[in-house]
């Protein structure tokens, strides 16, 4: 479809997002926006809302990579009400949160959803990408692709010089010339250049307010809804093809980034062991914060392999260290490790911009990723990864070994996703184990999907796809209180909050339909935790 063409949709082009909501009422369609840095994209959300706002109940959802400034732009221009636009922090590439990992993008939907009145329209606009830029079938309906040759204004931000006084290039304006003819005996000479133009403001992206292309979509969107109903099929949505990249050469310890002194004492003999016969990415980060005077500092972040270790700003004698993943991974076959020490008195908080997808790759061997968090005396270490999504046909061996002083604290938190939107989980097989003072306090053990036996039956899941654990290990906590059952709807999951026997723990386990549903789940057990 052209916006120029007054063509209809063909009928065979169907939207694949489930429309109706688990109680059988309609939900809003979902429209995204998508397109290359500085083409229109949030000037045409900011049109469409102005155009729409008075027939439709309308919301929009933006993203950025670190940023909010395409909501930010769009509160100021009021194009619609401040609790209406609501942004998403990517943390890597934009097309990443729109068709690999939608989880961000769909607890931004659903919480619109439930916090506004009925809406009949979700704007969903991508952050600046290249070309071949698509939305996940499970996140939108119908998607915008917004092209602009003519130097948007988002391209200074950029690096790019700010040309606000000038005419713009031939091949950058926003109508080009009809072709001409080269005379007889012009071969090969150049043109003589010509007087030079007065200077004049850049021409802003052609799809302007007043623009007819706009005006058509405006026109388009509510007969859109008015059809919706008849043109929805009862197919299930196609999941998005795996990843086909090639994985890198195998390496073991990556570029380092050492804000102190160099710990080769530290490192050695931690680093994951490397075995030439594997395929994969074989890699181990490292972390470690130690207490300077009043505030925690990091004089150890070891990048390797897909890890690039980012320390954000601290906050209240908080560190404060983003894992942010550089390339596709796991694949079948990568060997991944991160370990993370906070030293006697320190307060440290690790954090994942976005989910982890296990995708299987070109060898069937599994992939492992194993954390390894150590905490001192009197330190206290935060670990909030995103979701880990388990893709189809992908094997993911996943632990975590926490080992901690007598007085040490932690506060660990997980949450799987088993199969991405209408597709199968691949094989995950996960391990949480929890030493204290030496101890053992919690060796759990859980397998999902491929040969693991009655997974999905009423004694496990129940049918449920979303998967999530709490710990917390204080030695200021009291275990005296009872289990909680959290939750009292089957269709919204359950959790339960136990006390952990002969030390100063509680363990929190929940299961539900969505992402969404666990992390409120997780969010009631950890108020429970915090209220004793």
Avoid at 376 to 383: E, F, K, N, V
Wanted: charged share 20%; net charge positive; proline share 10%.
């Amino acid at each position: 479809m052209h916006l120029d063409h007054d063509t209809t949709l063909p009928h065979h082009h169907t939207p694949s997002a489930e429309a109706p909501h688990p109680d059988g009422s309609r939900r809003a369609l979902r429209l995204g926006l998508g397109g290359p840095v500085g083409s229109g994209k949030t000037a045409t959300v900011a049109a469409l809302c102005r155009a729409l706002r008075d027939r439709l109940s309308i919301a929009v959802v933006t993203n950025d990579i670190y940023t909010r400034e395409d909501a930010e732009f769009l509160r100021r221009e009021a194009v619609l009400p401040p609790e209406r636009i609501t942004a998403v922090e990517t943390g890597a590439c934009p097309h990443t949160a729109i068709r690999d990992d939608i989880s961000a993008n769909l607890e931004a939907v659903e919480q619109l959803e439930e916090t506004l009145p009925p809406l009949d329209l979700i704007l969903i606009e991508s952050g600046g990408d290249n070309l071949t830029a698509t939305f996940s079938k499970g996140l939108v309906d119908h998607q915008i692709f917004v092209i602009d040759v003519s130097s948007g204004d988002d391209i200074p931000p950029q690096g790019r010089p700010r040309h606000h006084h000038r005419r713009p290039p031939r091949h950058q304006q926003d109508r080009p010339r009809p072709l001409r003819r080269r005379r007889p005996g012009h071969h090969g000479r150049r043109r003589q250049p010509a007087a030079r133009q007065p200077p004049r403001r850049l021409h802003q992206p052609h799809l302007g307010r007043r623009h007819p292309a706009r005006r058509r979509l405006g026109q388009r969107l509510p007969g859109l809804l008015a059809h919706r109903g008849r043109r929805m099929t009862a197919t299930a949505p196609h999941p998005s093809p795996p990843s086909t990249m090639a994985p890198p050469a195998p390496t073991a310890a990556g570029s380092e980034t050492d804000s102190g002194r160099t710990d080769g004492e530290h490192v050695a003999g931690r680093v994951h062991p490397t075995d030439p016969e594997l395929s994969g990415v074989q890699a181990t980060a490292f972390i470690r914060a130690a207490r300077d005077g009043s505030t925690t500092t990091v004089p150890l972040m070891r990048n390797s392999g897909p890890f690039h270790l980012h320390q954000t700003q601290p906050h209240n004698g908080w560190a404060r260290v983003s894992v942010i993943s550089s390339m596709c991974a796991p694949l079948g076959g990568d060997r991944l490790a991160l370990d993370i020490t906070a030293e006697e008195h320190a307060k440290l908080e690790v954090t994942t911009p976005t989910a982890t997808i296990a995708l299987p790759g070109a060898t069937t061997a599994p992939a492992t990723y194993d954390v390894r968090l150590t905490v001192a005396d009197h330190a206290m270490l935060t670990w909030l990864p995103k979701p880990l999504i388990s893709a189809s046909d992908s094997t993911l061996h996943q632990t975590c070994t926490v080992d901690l002083a007598p007085t040490a604290a932690v506060l660990l938190r997980e949450e799987q996703l088993l199969g991405r939107t209408a597709e199968p989980p691949g094989h995950l097989t996960t391990r949480l184990t929890v030493y204290r003072g030496g101890r053992p306090v919690l060796d759990q053990h859980t397998a999902y999907g491929g040969t693991a036996p009655a997974w999905d039956g009423p004694a496990v899941l129940g049918g449920h796809r979303a998967v999530g654990q709490l710990l917390v290990v204080d030695p200021h906590l009291t275990t005296d209180h009872p289990s909680i059952l959290i939750g009292d709807a089957s269709e919204k999951g359950h959790a339960v909050l136990t006390p952990l026997a002969r030390h100063p723990a509680y363990l929190a386990t929940a299961t539900a339909t969505t992402l969404h549903q666990v992390g409120k789940l997780l969010d009631t057990a950890l108020e429970h935790i915090r209220n004793m």
